[in-house]
């Protein structure tokens, strides 16, 4: 199904670690400067603060590999490749979702 809809199963090969590079980082930023550092003292505690955490790390925290952007409005361009400099190109891919 979802290679019919034109989604790619995997952007390497079989078996390669580093498919999924990109959303293991965002998930260890997660844990080390959020989740590690905070006794969270309910379950609704913990949602509230990785939310709050997510919604930083996508709309207001600036990524030097995204030219200096935020993740949101890189994606929000419709591209996976976008220009912040005249000849080089940006990934979109710090995005974190969850």
Do not use: F
């Not at 030219?67 to 891919?93: E, I, M, N, R």
Request: proline share 2%.
């Amino acid at each position: 199904m979802a290679e019919s809809s034109g989604i790619l199963i995997s952007m390497a090969s079989k078996g390669r670690c580093y498919d999924n590079i990109h959303v293991e980082r965002g998930w260890r930023s997660l844990k080390q400067e959020e989740v590690y550092l905070k006794e969270y003292h309910s379950l609704g505690d913990a949602r509230m603060n990785i939310e709050r955490y997510i919604q930083q790390y996508n709309h207001h925290r600036l990524h030097q590999a995204l030219g200096y952007k935020t993740p949101a409005s890189v994606y929000s361009g419709g591209s996976l490749w976008s220009q912040s400099t005249p000849g080089k190109k940006v990934k979109t891919d710090s995005l974190l979702c969850v």
